[in-house]
């Protein structure tokens, strides 16, 4: 299983990105899909996730602003980023689940600043 991450860049504060993941490799269900960030000197964190029936999940400090959506016949997952801020700055990396086992994408950079 292959991902690949695009959309991630500059941003000033307030302003919006939208980050998109492509899985490939003959995949034949997808359980969940999500992405997690990474700062510099913190840990790993969740930002969302997202279900092949659609349900979403949420860390505290997004709600309100981020939005996650996939597309289960092309095996894509989208991450709507607004009212960006300066600590939304990290490394975004998308995942997913298949039969209990996770495959990461490369990771984007986010960076939110004046």
């Known amino acids: 299983v292959q991902l690949q991450a695009s959309g991630g860049g500059l941003v000033q504060p307030g302003g919006s990105l939208r980050l998109s993941c492509a899985a490939s490799g003959g995949i034949f269900r997808i359980n969940y899909m999500g992405w997690y960030r990474q700062a510099p000197g913190n840990q790993r964190e969740l930002v969302a996730t997202?279900?092949?029936?659609?349900?979403?999940n949420y860390a505290d400090s997004v709600k309100g602003r981020f939005t996650i959506s996939r597309d289960n016949a092309k095996n894509t997952v989208d991450l709507q980023m607004n009212s960006l801020k300066p600590e939304d700055t990290a490394i975004y990396y998308c995942?997913?689940?298949?039969?209990?086992?996770?495959?990461w994408g490369q990771g984007t950079l986010v960076t939110v600043s004046s």
């Open positions: 995942y997913v689940i298949i039969l209990g086992d996770y495959y």
């Open positions: 997202i279900t092949s029936g659609g349900s979403t």
